[in-house]
């Protein structure tokens, strides 16, 4: 069975309002002063989840603030595709700028498209290849320390296996284990922590001289000066005005060689730092929580796991897998996109207009806070027929479609639109690539029979996953 509860079967949605009685409905359960910020708390995506119910943009109180939650696809695509100049980054992209700086994640209009110009070419398709080769070695070598019968915390050792993939690729094979060890010591308290000062309300919780803001404060600083060094020794390595200095091949070097087309300009230390640090939190966090979950997912669908297998072992045939095999693995493929839909580690976006919008019928006042969630929109009963099954291939369906009109089933894991993640590319690249890798060396069981529980954070991750590896009778060479 599935670690999501499904949504509720056949909820019957209010009918479109007509512009005369186009009044934004107020979710129940309003508190006097706190307003719903007790459930955001307690269980955010639950809280989201059950707004779905009350119409295709509902009112959601957080003390004195209102948010607008958007539940219709239509809608979020018109915000994030379609007008997408009439809107900016909300207040949860702000509240994590002083943690991270100012990136793709959090820059917005045309900083973030210069940015963007800078970045993208570090992730063509040819640089995938690259990178490739990095992301089975490390995936070997992992499950190689692994012992037939004992059982492991399959998100630590995800944590490990992409936290060393991000760093090699970052800084190159050069950085070292000590390096490596100190980033896979801090950023899980970073990222974990930076989760927790986004979600709470209260600014003054963050300064309080209590043991987690402790260790919060000593990862960040711990991670923000390892990326300067590193920064640093790139910069002399290349040499004077980037020239004559040691020939590298990793993605922070790509990204010091690579200035503005338009104004010639390359990134700073500062803006390489800040970007730096994003594909860490992100490369690290989303990829290792989604290994995590497929393979609980795996080891609770028996069948899924079989055929999954069978693909491995007959596209590869025991040698190593690499990018070119991706092809052959659709099924590999599609198990890692239901990963992503059942399990959207991006569980709340959102937007902020910059002048009155008309969403639906609804009048919007500029300045207003939108919200929308990948994860409650993958588990809509009225868009994805038993949201709660974990069933890879269900993209080749014929789409259910939606009684609200739209073209085809929302799947935002990344986002979508001009802000869509620059790395989508090298996480699908990742997932499908250390799926098959493992597969072909091991088989993890379930060691307990409790399910996970889900936990909102930076990503929407699971708790804790026990499982046992049992050692495949046929390996990979």
């Not at 070292?176 to 209260?202: C, E, N, T």
């Not at 309080?208 to 960040?220: E, K, S, T």
């Not at 002048?355 to 994805?384: C, K, M, N």
């Not at 997932?431 to 060691?447: D, G, H, P």
Request: aromatic letters at 6%.
């Amino acid at each position: 069975m599935s670690a999501v509860p499904d949504a509720p079967p056949g909820v019957a949605r209010p009918p479109r309002t007509t512009p005369d009685d186009a009044v934004v409905p107020t979710a129940p359960g309003a508190l006097p002063l706190l307003g719903h910020a007790l459930p955001l708390l307690r269980d955010p995506v639950g809280l989201l989840q059950s707004v779905r119910a009350h119409g295709d943009i509902v009112r959601v109180r957080i003390g004195p603030a209102q948010v607008y939650v958007l539940n219709s696809p239509e809608l979020v695509r018109q915000v994030l595709a379609a007008d997408v100049e009439s809107y900016r980054k909300g207040t949860f992209h702000e509240k994590f700028r002083p943690y991270q700086g100012d990136n793709l994640f959090t820059i917005d209009g045309p900083d973030h498209r210069r940015r963007r110009r800078i970045v993208q070419p570090a992730f063509h398709r040819d640089r995938l290849k690259t990178y490739a080769e990095v992301m089975r070695e490390v995936a070997v070598t992992r499950c190689a320390s692994w012992t037939e019968g004992r059982p492991i915390d399959v998100g630590a050792e995800m944590y490990a296996l992409t936290s060393e993939v991000v760093a090699r690729v970052l800084f190159g094979g050069e950085i070292g284990s000590d390096r490596i060890g100190r980033i896979q010591r801090w950023l899980p308290v970073f990222v974990r922590g930076m989760g927790r000062k986004v979600i709470l309300p209260a600014g003054w919780l963050d300064r309080l001289p209590i043991p987690a803001n402790r260790r919060f404060d000593a990862a960040q600083h711990g991670l923000r000066a390892l990326v300067d060094e590193l920064v640093r020794e790139q910069r002399a390595d290349r040499g004077p005005a980037g020239e004559g200095g040691k020939e590298r091949d990793d993605l922070l070097s790509l990204l010091i060689g690579s200035p503005d087309p338009e104004s010639g300009r390359p990134l700073s230390d500062t803006q390489l730092r800040d970007e730096t640090m994003t594909f860490m939190t992100a490369g690290i966090e989303t990829v290792a929580t989604t290994l995590t979950w497929l393979h609980h997912e795996l080891a609770v669908h028996p069948e899924v796991r079989t055929r999954l297998l069978e693909e491995v072992d007959t596209a590869l045939g025991g040698r190593p897998a690499g990018f070119d095999d991706l092809p052959s693995l659709p099924y590999t493929r599609s198990v890692v996109r239901e990963t992503l839909r059942l399990h959207s580690p991006a569980w709340i976006l959102m937007r902020r207009p910059t002048a009155p919008v008309t969403l639906g019928t609804a009048r919007v006042p500029a300045g207003a806070e939108l919200v929308f969630s990948p994860a409650t929109l993958h588990r809509d009963p009225a868009i994805y027929p038993r949201p709660a099954e974990f069933r890879p291939g269900r993209e080749h369906d014929e789409p259910a479609g939606d009684p609200r009109g739209a073209r085809r089933p929302p799947y935002l894991p990344f986002s979508t639109g001009p802000y869509k993640c620059v790395g989508d590319h090298f996480a699908l690249t990742q997932l499908a690539l250390t799926v098959a890798t493992l597969a072909q060396r091991w088989r993890l069981e379930s060691a307990s029979a409790r399910a996970p529980r889900e936990v909102a954070g930076a990503a929407l991750s699971p708790d804790r996953v026990v499982m046992t590896p049992r050692r495949r009778a046929h390996q990979a060479v």
